[in-house]
């Protein structure tokens, strides 16, 4: 699997077909803590990436802030979700949280649906505890 930025993603002939199944935009935020939400964590290394085609897509990289958050991250996904909607569509992303001192790796699976802000609780427990 070939790592890439999605802005050279976009260059490739695997982006309008994925443009096209995610023509809007959903939104992230992420809040990484510990002792059960008490105590934010800052500075936990955020990696958003997606495999398409024999890539893995780096859609975002960034750190948590002093209160454990990162707000709008925003993401490519299928069109608005409606009342209609049986099953509306979404795109799944692989969210990663690395922090020295807490567990290796956090590693989560995410939906993105279009124009819907989505919260993603990071609970991270430092190493050698029973948190």
Known sequence: MNFILYEDFKK??????????????????IQAFTAYGAIPIDDVDVLITKDIGEYKV?????KTDSEGIISDIMLPAPKTVTASDVEPSYTLYDLTCVSRGYETIKNYSIGMFGDVRVLQYVKMRQENSND
């Open 58 to 62: 780096i859609f975002y990289e960034g």
């Open 12 to 29: 490739t002939n695997l982006y309008n077909q994925f443009i096209l199944d995610n023509p809007d935009v959903g939104y992230l935020k």
